[in-house]
Nanobody, 124 residues
Framework: QVQLEESGGGLVQAGGSLRLSCAAS????????MAWFRQAPGRKRECVTV????????YYADGVKGRFTISRSGAKNTVFLQMNSLKPEDTAVYYC?????????????????WGQGTQVTVSS
């Protein structure tokens, strides 16, 4: 059974930091890119950042550039999202995603596997 298990969400004050983790299991993820999406109440799910299988290709949405950093473990089955200088507008449920083929960055329909989501709340 394929699982993407997120951890690390929580409540933080504006300006603070959080580190999300996503552990993938249940199959090999060779040639899968890993992404983080987020969905705020009343808004569409959006791709925040993506890292390629090799780790050489990375994308950040404009609103998080310079504040968020995505990385992948050496074994490539765990992906991290370091979030610094958090803002109230970063408040959302954050989802880990794995996809093999599609656009760069991906759209929701191209994702092969989703995590269950972890809540990030940034207070002002």
């Amino acid at each position: 059974q394929v699982q993407l298990e997120e951890s690390g969400g929580g409540l933080v004050q504006a300006g603070g930091s959080l580190r999300l983790s996503c552990a993938a299991s249940g199959r090999t993820f060779t040639n899968y890119a890993m992404a983080w999406f987020r969905q705020a109440p009343g808004r569409k799910r959006e791709c925040v950042t993506v890292i390629s299988w090799s780790g050489e290709g990375i994308y950040y949405a404009d609103g998080v550039k310079g504040r968020f950093t995505i990385s992948r473990s050496g074994a490539k089955n765990t992906v991290f999202l370091q979030m610094n200088s958090l803002k109230p507008e970063d408040t959302a449920v954050y989802y880990c995603a794995a996809y093999r083929n599609g656009k760069w960055p991906p759209v929701e329909d191209e994702v092969n596997y989703w995590g269950q989501g972890t809540q990030v709340t940034v207070s002002s």
